[in-house]
């Protein structure tokens, strides 16, 4: 799958980096090739088009998940600390949950997580309380 230019927010992991490149940068990806050095995480927004992107490289294969902020009217936000990624404060998500029927609760529909769609970044504040 190849990922269009656009003006992403958000981040790629090359494998042979020591801490990911932070987005925006030129190009399009192609996450089909796997080369030296490939994707190993990679969350982007479009804030334009409402779309996020999720790319994860797990048991040797790229997963490329896209969602449009659009579709998901309820949603919890959560925030996660970044690693090594300087002047970034913290990873922001949409947690999305969905109403299913679990045989371990004799059949009752419960509420179990499911999307968890990249948003942006919430900047650290230098001194002046500024970002």
Known sequence: MKIDKSKYIGYIWLSNATKPEILPSEGELDTDSVEIPFIIEGQMVDKEKT???????VDGKTIVK????VDYK????????PNRMDGKEKLLFKRVWRI???DLCE??????????VFVGFKEKEDKDGKN
């Open 100 to 102: 299913e029927k679990d």
């Open 74 to 81: 309820e949603f919890e936000e959560e925030e996660f600390i």
């Open 107 to 116: 059949g009752w529909e419960v509420l179990q997580p499911a999307e968890l």
């Open 51 to 57: 779309k996020s992107i999720s790319i994860k490289f």
């Open 66 to 69: 896209e969602y449009n902020l």
